[in-house]
């Protein structure tokens, strides 16, 4: 089973700055099957990003992924005060898939 | 609108069994993968179980092979959780996911029903 590491655990930011979010794979990840999720309290998670780097449908251009055999980066260019919430890391490789254990981005 | 609806959690002992059910409306359910994920109050994301659009192909976590039993009813666009021999570890937020096959992905979900185990 692949396990995934996030870092950090928690960001604190304010409105407007960049935020970059890590995302470590413990053995590479198949075909770049990496998928970022957005989930604010209360809400069920929203997908950001799949295939490491493509947006899915509505997702504003401020949110980018890349990355590529262990390594993954979630980028947000700049904090709309609606991104403060928690985001996690998917791998779907084959019939499973797991999640990291998130990163919370909080307001500073 | 996609809706997804998770009903059937509850208080169960430990060593005890519970049925989920998820109602699924706004898009053609039989076409479609569905997912169950798990998420521990205050805590992350865990999946649990997949089963493909025509209930042939199941597949499950480690953590709950054997014990649960992931089903579907297209006729009903209802997707099903059969769990058993549940203990505290199981406590937890249970949510249904759809599976878009294009992009190989989990795109709606539900608000997902809470399951706890204690005595």
């Known amino acids: 089973e692949i396990v995934l590491t996030q870092s950090p655990g928690t960001l604190s930011l304010s409105p407007g700055e960049g935020a970059t979010l890590s995302c470590r794979a413990s053995?590479?990840?198949?075909?770049?099957?990496l998928a970022w999720y957005q989930q604010k309290p209360g809400q069920a998670p929203r997908l950001l990003i799949y295939?490491?780097?493509s947006r899915a449908t509505g997702i504003p251009d401020r949110f980018s992924g890349s990355g590529s055999g262990t390594e993954y980066t979630l980028t947000i260019s700049r904090l709309e005060p609606e991104d403060f919430a928690v985001y996690y890391c998917?791998?779907?490789?084959?019939?499973?898939?797991?999640f990291g254990q998130g990163t919370k981005v909080e307001v500073k | 609108e996609v809706q997804l609806v998770e009903s059937g959690g509850g208080l169960v002992q430990p060593g005890g069994s519970l049925s989920l059910s998820c109602a699924a409306s706004?898009?053609?359910?039989?076409?479609?993968?569905m997912s169950w994920v798990r998420q521990a109050p205050g805590k992350g994301l865990e999946w649990v179980s997949t089963?493909?659009?025509?209930?042939?192909?199941?597949f499950y976590a480690d953590s709950v092979k054997g014990r649960f039993t992931i089903s579907r009813d297209n006729s009903k666009n209802t997707l099903y959780l059969q769990m058993g021999s549940l203990g505290a570890e199981d406590t937890a937020f249970y949510l249904c996911?759809?599976?878009?096959?294009?992009?190989?992905?989990?795109?709606?979900w539900g608000l997902g029903t809470l399951v706890t185990v204690s005595s």
């Open positions: 996911s759809r599976k878009d096959t294009t992009i190989d992905n989990l795109d709606y």
């Open positions: 706004g898009f053609s359910f039989s076409s479609y993968d």
């Open positions: 089963i493909s659009a025509s209930g042939r192909s199941t």
């Open positions: 053995q590479s990840v198949t075909s770049n099957h």
């Open positions: 295939g490491a780097s």
């Open positions: 998917q791998q779907y490789g084959g019939s499973s898939r797991t």
